[in-house]
């Protein structure tokens, strides 16, 4: 969610009209590493046959196996080699390692990935993927979808981490599964039940500088045919940059009982809520305040109707409440009060059919919300008529043909909508694993982005509504290679190409009123390329790249105000009895005037200090922007200079 004031928005909304060209010397370099990189591969032996069965299993877990499975892509679970879409995966071990707080810090080292962070931790963030806006992603949590309605921003920084059992995130459109997702996906999936035991846990404390503070608690297991996982949190700050404070609080809980072993009932509840300071600007003499509550919920069953085919029937709910408070930062004197209530009703269902080659899904999802912003006073926002409701359905199907060496995906959606009418988005992916360490991936696919509700019924000061707002739409490409080229290492590189139509962009009416408009058509283009290594001596190594090329293609001219380039690079150390460490280090070359461009390095560190019993305590330290680098978006909003902190972790 933006916070920087612009006429007419009031600090809500936030659209920069990202342009692109395609250029012969951009796919020239981006051919030449992909040649290169399958070049590399194909002289060189894949994996030697390691001396010792132990070393052959490290091998073969740095490279993706049957085992590995994700859902996000086709919306059931299936082997990451047969994914044609341009994935990344994230575990709870690997957010753990970052001693992350928030959702935000685990996206902060995804390679394609910019984070425009609005100070420390729990604050506001905006998320770019591979060029696109914020509010082309989809974030979720459960399967309830957490972007807002009237900017479609996602609350990432009061999002704790301590329930997350992986998030997966696709980069590119992943419309012909979930609608509107123009950008990409970011799923958050949840812990689920311990069955191996009736009961056990986890407890953790830290402190750090300006009494920041993070205190968990989770407890996990199964009796009988009931399974349970609850969690609860408090992360506090006093604020890492002026105005930037943090209070929230959470609690979760997931129930899981099987009556059957065909027939499972699922249950999730989450609960976060809490205020923050939202930053401050001396140049346009504003401070804000957030505060914030939002509740999310499932019931599911799942049920098999036979050995091959699977019933899924899930229904959600989501309430989010808002609170902006802008005042004057030389008096503090009140000047807006933005207040919003959101609420969401919806289902999906589910058929999964597994024969021979087959992996075929039908299915439908039904969304009902209503965002009532009429607790305004002041100079504020309202939307037409007080309230607005966006009610949307749909009908999906896609199947993952495996054929000897080939996967092939093809998938279709409808979405219909009740503001801004319907939208086809097609979709074919292929995979090819020419050998047990290598695969190609290629997809081609048609996507969307409903605009926000506040650009279609927005009203209010220096605002006017566009009722006849159209959705933004892409045509996207991709081709991509994981390989293991020689022993001990891991590569993947991608290609990509989004042409945009329909862009959303400000238009100044009369009397300096703001309306939003479809104007212009966008070309987002580029490349990324991950490394990793086995250790070699407990130390491995991390490295990744991104370049985002943004031109108008109509003029062809570079248009600014997104992540060009990134950097990430890693160095991790686990002697895998007590102690490990984690060097990172992050780049993001903003294309914008306004911004400053520098590497921060965090350091991490635990030692396990107690073992036995089936118990373990462990000492943990983070040391963040290590070399007190400044890097940020709008200069208002400056990256935290270098600070520290320490806890305990316990488990039982």
Do not use: C
Not at 61 to 85: C, G, S
Not at 430 to 452: D, H, K, N, W
């Amino acid at each position: 969610m933006s916070i920087i004031p612009e006429k007419g928005s009031l600090a809500r909304f936030n659209i920069t009209t990202l342009n692109v060209m395609y250029r012969n010397s951009l796919k020239r370099t981006f051919l030449f590493l992909y040649v290169l990189s399958i070049a590399f591969y194909l002289p060189t032996p894949l994996y030697a046959q390691p001396d010792e069965p132990e070393e052959e299993l490290k091998v073969l877990q740095m490279f993706y196996k049957e085992k590995d499975l994700v859902e996000t892509a086709t919306r059931y679970p299936k082997p990451i080699a047969q994914v044609a879409e341009n994935i990344t995966v994230v575990t709870a071990a690997e957010i753990e390692a970052i001693n992350a707080h928030t959702l935000t810090d685990i996206l902060n080292y995804i390679p394609g990935v910019q984070v425009d962070s609005r100070g420390g931790s729990g604050s506001i963030a905006n998320i770019f993927v591979q060029g696109s806006e914020f509010r082309h992603v989809l974030v979720m949590i459960d399967g309830v979808t957490l972007n807002n309605l009237s900017d479609n921003a996602a609350d990432f920084g009061s999002l704790p981490v301590q329930e997350i059992e992986k998030v997966e995130i696709i980069k590119g459109p992943a419309s012909s599964s979930w609608g509107s997702s123009l950008g990409g996906v970011i799923n958050v999936i949840t812990k689920s039940p311990d069955e191996m035991r009736v009961f056990g846990g986890t407890a953790s404390a830290s402190i750090g500088d300006r009494n920041t503070g993070d205190y968990r608690g989770e407890a996990s297991g199964k009796s009988g045919d009931l399974g349970y996982y609850l969690s609860t949190g408090k992360l506090l700050s006093d604020g890492l940059t002026p105005s930037t404070s943090f209070d929230g609080n959470n609690v979760y809980t997931k129930l899981r009982w099987e009556p059957t072993d065909k027939t499972g009932l699922l249950f999730t509840l989450g609960y976060i809520y809490g205020t923050r300071g939202a930053g401050e600007s001396q140049v346009y003499d504003f401070s804000i305040r957030n505060d914030f509550e939002h509740l999310f919920t499932t019931l599911a069953l799942d049920h098999a109707l036979s050995d091959n085919l699977d019933l899924h029937l899930s229904a959600r709910g989501l309430k989010q409440h808002d609170d902006f408070f802008r005042s004057r930062f030389s008096t503090g004197a009140p000047v807006t009060k933005m207040s919003g209530d959101e609420a969401t009703i919806g289902g999906s269902a589910k058929l999964v059919w597994r024969q021979g080659m087959h992996n075929l899904l039908v299915g439908a999802d039904y969304d009902n919300r209503e965002l009532d912003s009429t607790n305004r006073d002041l100079q504020s926002d309202t939307m037409s008529n007080g309230k607005q409701r966006l009610e949307k359905w749909a009908l999906f199907t896609n199947d993952t043909i495996a054929i000897d060496k080939f996967s092939f995906t093809p998938g279709i959606r409808y979405d219909q909508t009740s503001t801004n009418g319907n939208f086809f988005s097609p979709s074919f992916g292929v995979t090819y694993t020419p050998a047990e360490s290598t695969i190609l991936r290629a997809s081609v696919a048609r996507g969307f982005s409903i605009p926000p509700l506040f650009a279609t019924f927005g009203t209010g000061l220096f605002s006017l509504p566009n009722p006849g707002l159209k959705m933004e739409k892409v045509w996207s490409y991709q081709v991509g290679l994981e390989s293991a080229p020689v022993r001990y290492l891991w590569l993947k590189t991608t290609l990509f190409r989004h042409d945009v139509t329909d862009v959303l962009a400000f238009e100044t009416t009369g009397n300096d009123s703001i309306r939003i408009i479809n104007n212009g058509r966008q070309r987002k283009q580029g490349g990324e390329v991950e490394l990793k290594s086995l250790p070699l001596y407990n130390m491995s190594l991390l490295a990744g790249f991104a370049f985002v090329d943004l031109r108008d293609r109509d003029t062809g001219e570079r248009v600014t105000g997104a992540g060009r380039i990134t950097y990430d690079i890693g160095l991790q150390y686990d002697d895998q009895r007590s102690f490990s460490g984690n060097l990172r280090g992050h780049y993001i070359g903003w294309d914008a005037d306004t911004a400053h461009n520098a590497f921060i390095w965090d350091l991490y560190l635990a030692k396990k200090i107690f073992t036995g019993d089936g118990r373990t305590v462990e000492t943990f330290f983070s040391a963040r922007n290590l070399f007190n680098s400044s890097q940020f978006y709008f200069s208002e909003f400056r990256t935290p200079g270098r600070w520290f902190e320490g806890g305990v972790r316990f488990r039982f």
